[in-house]
């Protein structure tokens, strides 16, 4: 089992805030401790919103809760009643990650038998905002998230998991049921990829050039998604279509398997070459010999596609297209890469560690 970030962060969220409350000598900082476990989050712009929108979601919580139980008691179909209407108006309002502390806030204060009711209810109220308060310092202050290197990370482990299999199935190597099963999984890390990219996305910088920084690599991560997502397509439709390749004319399919080769090459360079790994002018004239390589491609293709007794054609134009595709799409990243090192040297230097984040 691997300790993470976040599951590290919850534990000390708790901590804090039931210290706190012991420190202001509030009764059962439990609920404190409960508060901090909806509120961690896993980036600072989120933490940050989260306890704008729990300010919002639990002040309307423990204002129902005390108006219930001023007026109707606190008998448990009240409870349940104003928990209905703590739900509609935080719907209402579009703050509905908030409902769950808010029910807990309106349960914690309308199930108080004592006399001093009032005062009973703000010392809920303030276990409740003290536990979101210790979750967004906790998150602010210990581990801060590296949303860069987790995102260049995961750009970079699914590419060279496709790359391998991309290799394999060149050398007609790949077992099919494995290589299937291995897409199913490059599909769901597509997903945390882009999950990933919103978080990095969400971070705010507050200097005016770091945010022109900021969004040229915003455009160049987006890049690098798209390009990959072309890859592992490209790879599906290769698997697909393995037997039809293999009916190839053999200059026909020698040509692919050197075209894929080189383009996945490159791939790996220009990755290497964002980080500054290797220097910017070796994928250059690499780049100009898959362009070639594009053109004898698809001269090949319309060679044999006029040849009047053939008809297999339509099976394989997919995998063409997608080559095609993929080879636009990594000369577009490596422009933007080339675009970023040239204007962007001393002065915006990557935060990407040297360590392998999954």
């Known amino acids: 089992m691997k300790l993470g970030a976040r599951m590290i962060k919850t534990g000390l ?61 606190n008998s448990p179909f009240v409870i349940g009643f104003v928990v209905v209407i703590v739900i509609a108006v935080n719907l209402k309002i579009n703050v509905e990650k908030t409902i769950p502390l808010a029910i807990v806030t309106v349960i914690v204060i309308m199930e108080s038998q004592t006399p001093n009711f009032i005062s009973f209810a703000l010392g809920r109220f303030l276990l409740i905002m003290l536990g979101v308060v210790s979750a967004f310092l906790v998150n602010l202050i210990f581990m801060p998230p590296k949303h860069e290197t987790k995102l260049y990370y995961s750009i970079s482990n699914l590419t060279d998991d ?94 692919i398997t050197e075209q894929v080769e080189c383009l996945t090459s490159c791939h790996e360079q220009v990755l290497l070459k964002y980080t500054g790994k290797i220097r910017s002018q070796h994928s250059a004239g690499l780049l100009d010999e898959l362009c070639e390589n594009k053109s004898s491609l698809m001269k090949s293709f319309m060679n044999y596609y006029n040849e009047v007794e053939n008809d297999q054609w339509m ?44």
Request: net charge neutral.
């Open 315 to 358: 099976q394989w134009f997919p995998v063409f297209a997608l080559i095609i595709d993929y080879s636009d799409q990594l000369e577009h990243l490596n422009r933007l890469v080339e675009s970023f090192k040239n204007h962007h040297t001393d002065d915006n230097e990557l935060t990407i560690k040297e360590e392998n984040i999954n």
């Open 162 to 255: 496709i790359i391998k299999w991309m290799r394999m199935i060149n050398r007609h190597a790949s077992d099919y049921s494995a290589i299937k099963d291995d897409i199913g999984t490059m599909k769901e890390n597509s997903i945390k990829m882009d999950q990933l990219y919103l978080l990095y996305k969400e971070d705010r910088t507050y200097l005016k050039h770091n945010q022109f920084t900021k969004g040229r690599k915003l455009v160049i991560y987006r890049q690098m998604i798209h390009t990959t997502k072309k890859l592992l397509e490209l790879l599906r439709n290769l698997h697909r279509h393995e037997n039809e390749l293999l009916c190839m004319p053999e200059e026909l399919r020698e040509l």
């Open 13 to 73: 969220a708790i901590t804090m805030a039931i210290y706190l409350a012991m420190l202001f000598n509030l009764n059962t900082p439990v609920f404190a401790a409960i508060a901090a476990t909806f509120a961690i989050q896993p980036s600072i712009y989120r933490s940050y919103q989260t306890i704008i929108e729990q300010i919002q979601g639990n002040v309307i919580g423990a204002f129902f809760a005390i108006v219930g139980v001023l007026l109707l008691g």
